[in-house]
Each structure stands twice: as C-alpha cells, then as structure tokens.
Nanobody, 115 residues
Framework: VQLQASGGGTVQAGGSLRLSCEAS????????VAWHRQAPGKEHELVAS???????NYAASVKDRFTISRDNAQSTVYLQMNSLEPEDTAVYSC??????????WGQGTLVTVSS
C-alpha cells in the first residue's frame, strides 16, 4: 500500500496549486481520504476530507478557498487550493482511512506561499 502526494511548490499569494494523492496497491475508492498540513511552529491541522461517498469537510481556515475531490478510476484524490495565503505555507500530507483499522499516510509535499 502506498500513497504518493505531489503538486507542491512555490506560489505567490493569491495564486493556486493543485495537490494530488495517488494510491497504489489499494482500492482507494473504499477509503476516506484527508489532507493534513504541518507548518513550523504551528499545530498539525486537518485541512479537508472526503468520504467514499464524496461527502466533504473543510477546516474553517480553508473553507471557500480549497476544494477536495476524488477520481476513483485514477485512484487519486485532489486538493485544489485557490487564493493562497502565506499562512497556507506548510508540508501537506494525505491519509487514507475508514476501512477497518487501516490508516495509511503518504509522504508530504511542501507548499510555500510568498507574500
């Protein structure tokens, strides 16, 4: 089982990025997937989540700016991030969960937003 996060980079404030979380050797469609972020000196934050039935939930800090979606045929979950702010700078990681006690993490991808 492997989750591969990608799409991070450096962008100016107000810009956009799309993160991808691609799964291999697992049926991602069965799992809920969440994006988390960790910035230096800040608490770990659950940014957004999507269930196997496509119900979504967002942290207040990103609501109306970020959109989580999934393409089960591609075994991929996306996080579209618009109107990025310097405060969004962090390492973003994805996690698949919700099937039994399984809980899988992908490696992080760094997002840097310059002012």
């Amino acid at each position: 089982v492997q989750l591969q996060a990608s799409g991070g980079g450096t962008v100016q404030a107000g810009g956009s990025l799309r993160l991808s979380c691609e799964a291999s050797r697992m049926i991602l469609a069965r799992y809920a997937v969440a994006w988390h972020r960790q910035a230096p000196g800040k608490e770990h934050e659950l940014v957004a989540s999507i269930t196997s039935t496509r119900s979504t939930n967002y942290a207040a800090s990103v609501k109306d700016r970020f959109t989580i979606s999934r393409d089960n045929a591609q075994s991929t979950v996306y996080l579209q991030m618009n109107s990025l702010e310097p405060e969004d700078t962090a390492v973003y990681s994805c996690r698949a969960y919700g099937v039994g006690h399984n809980n899988y993490w992908g490696q992080g991808t760094l997002v840097t937003v310059s002012s």
